[in-house]
């Protein structure tokens, strides 16, 4: 089959604050998205990750596709190890199957 390319440029990072802040209060947040570009087939699955440095367990992280519509991936981890807290940053995989153009 032919390649397609992915690649993952916009990131939607939401942490809503248990509190409201104080005004001037913003949490610095550093998401990195790990492979940034794939080269795939389409029946193919991948795995992806997404790294929020400065996130903690109230940190929620969608995976989103844009093109040809806009939708959202499903983030529930299917293994235990799909996601990862800690108290500086959380991380979670996907694995997507390139199933359409």
Do not use: H, M
Request: charged share 25%; hydrophobic share 30%.
């Amino acid at each position: 089959g032919k390649p397609c390319f992915l690649k993952f440029a916009s990131v939607d990072v939401t942490n809503p604050p248990p509190v409201q802040p104080e005004s001037g209060d913003r949490v610095e947040l550093r998401v990195v998205v790990n492979p940034e570009v794939l080269q795939v087939q389409y029946g193919r699955t991948v795995e992806l990750s997404c790294t929020v440095y400065g996130g903690d367990s109230s940190t929620s992280i969608y995976w989103i596709q844009d093109e040809p519509e806009r939708r959202y991936a499903l983030t529930e981890p299917v293994t235990d190890n799909d996601k990862q807290v800690t108290a500086s940053q959380i991380t979670l995989k996907a694995r997507i199957t390139l199933d359409d153009a």
